[in-house]
């Protein structure tokens, strides 16, 4: 433990010692039609889309077999914009693959990476929602994304969006777009032979249709309904259809409302951030009661007691 060499004088020695490790060789496989696809971001310094030269980043999404890929430009990288590139990455693939592998980004890895990552609440709950399975890359393993990586390389040849001005982010994407389709149609697919756009015209048959892609949220919580048919969110009390009273609901915190999601389907909205910090939706309470559910009764509270309205409507007659 006293030795007081070089690192390299110590790697020298083990190498005449022991003599050179072996090579690792791996098995490399195709990826099947519709299995995953890979995904990552690509960052640009100085993009003029209107307002002078800033900092610009683009989400590339590639499907591993076809090697299709979609190009989402977003001024900003964080969790509405996370979501809201997948969604339109997804539109522009023309379906959702089985498995989507990513880098360990902290909107969607949450805390360590690879496959002991903790996924990011909101990010899995999007993943559930729109049905794909989360595959975060094991650290400094370039392999396991090489496809994406290579798109990312290629992207900035292929858009060369950094030789001229745009009007607007709007401007740039359309001819992102053009520029994608044009490399589609005339390169070719290794996996099998055929262009990448003929490649994807079949793969789109194994790919899952496209779902009513949900509105980017970057806060997802689940509350249960109170008995006065309302839950908490983010300091404000929102109403919520009375049926679901005693159910457990999710509440998205979108862009600029706030969505409360029961069985898989949007239920009410509101606007998020609102000044009032109760917000009522009169529709919640209406509706005939069922077998878990006695019909609401609007309740009064006159000194100090409580009386319901049907009560005193009678007593008035």
């Known amino acids: 433990w006293g030795y007081e060499g070089s690192y390299r004088s110590v790697l020298r020695y083990v190498r005449r010692r022991y003599g050179c490790p072996k090579v690792r060789t791996y098995w490399r496989v195709e990826t099947p039609p519709g299995a995953q696809c890979q995904t990552d971001w690509v960052e640009f310094s100085r ?3 209107g307002g002078g030269p800033e900092p610009l980043s683009a989400l590339v999404m590639v499907l591993s077999h076809s090697r299709m890929l979609a190009i989402v430009w977003s001024r900003t990288k964080d969790q509405v914009a996370w979501l809201s590139c997948h969604n339109q990455g997804f539109k522009r693939l023309g379906g959702i693959p089985a498995v ?3 880098d360990n980004v902290k909107t969607a890895i949450a805390a360590g990476a690879g496959a002991w990552g903790v996924i990011h609440k909101t990010y899995r709950a999007y993943a559930n929602a729109v049905r794909f399975h ?28 950094e030789q001229r001005d745009w009007d607007s982010v709007e401007e740039l994407q359309r001819w992102t777009d053009e520029r994608v389709q044009r490399w589609a149609k005339r390169s070719i697919c290794p996996a099998t032979g055929k262009t990448v756009w003929e490649s994807w ?48 609901v999710e509440v998205r915190g979108c862009a600029d409302k706030v969505q ?20 009522l939706d009169p529709s919640c309470y209406e509706g005939a009661a069922t077998d878990r559910l006695l019909h609401h009764c609007h309740v009064l509270n006159i000194k100090g007691r409580s009386y319901r309205l049907r009560d005193l409507e009678g007593r008035l007659k």
């Open 100 to 102: 989507n592998r990513i």
């Open 260 to 279: 409360i999601l029961a069985e898989g389907r949007v239920v009410r909205e509101y606007p998020r951030y609102s000044d009032e910090r109760i917000v």
């Open 134 to 161: 989360v595959d975060a890359c094991t650290p400094g393993e370039a392999r396991a994304k090489g496809k994406v990586e290579a798109k990312v390389r290629l992207s900035r040849l292929l858009v060369g969006c």
């Open 47 to 49: 993009l003029d889309v």
């Open 201 to 248: 015209q079949e793969e789109k048959a194994f790919l899952s249709p496209l779902p009513i892609l949900p509105e980017p949220f970057d806060v997802v919580v689940t509350r249960t309904v109170h008995r006065d048919c309302t839950v908490q969110f983010e300091g404000r009390t929102y109403a919520v259809p009375f049926v679901y009273v005693d159910r457990p």
